[in-house]
């Protein structure tokens, strides 16, 4: 994985962010955004900060984040 894929995301105040299973739900004073994540790879939400994850190191899942 890339280092900018292991850095945290900090939430700006004004976004609100929720995570349901493997779909996140982003809104904010720009619009709205959902997507879902794929396989393998979880996200996180404490305090604002979110930390994205993948399960394992091998091709498959690093091609996921790419």
Known sequence: MSR??????????????????????????????????????TVALTDGILVVSRQGEDAKTSHCMG
């Open 4 to 41: 900018i894929g292991r850095t945290p995301i900090v939430v700006p105040p004004k976004v609100k962010v929720e995570v349901k299973g493997q779909r996140v739900f982003v809104e904010g004073p720009k619009g709205k955004l959902d997507f879902e994540l794929p396989r393998r790879t």
